[in-house]
């Protein structure tokens, strides 16, 4: 009886650490930016799937940076999804390009006026 309370014990620490570690917030690919230049608004596409991700933005003089974050679960993510977030920079985009934060340009579609 001993055994299968310390096998039960170890697989239900096993469960928890998993589930724990299904909720560390995760990079989540950017698909595409969206926005008009004079804007200071700029829409993201992400690659996850219901997730509720949120954005992290640095601002340069020829670049904005930025990055898509959201907790996992375990079990999702498995469809083919799209998540928007929207995020406000300090000044208008004007003709910065936009990019994640290891530098890959993330294509951009300007939005309708």
Known sequence: MRRWHLLFSAALFVAVALVLLGWNGRDREITVASGRPDSTQLDLGVASCNENPRAEVEEGATKVRVRAV?????????????????????????????????????????AEE
């Open 70 to 110: 959201s907790s996992q679960w375990l079990g999702r993510s498995r469809d083919d999804c799209r998540d928007s977030v929207r995020v406000t920079l300090r000044s208008p985009l004007g003709d910065r390009q936009v990019v994640d934060f290891d530098d890959n340009e993330i294509a951009f579609a300007p």
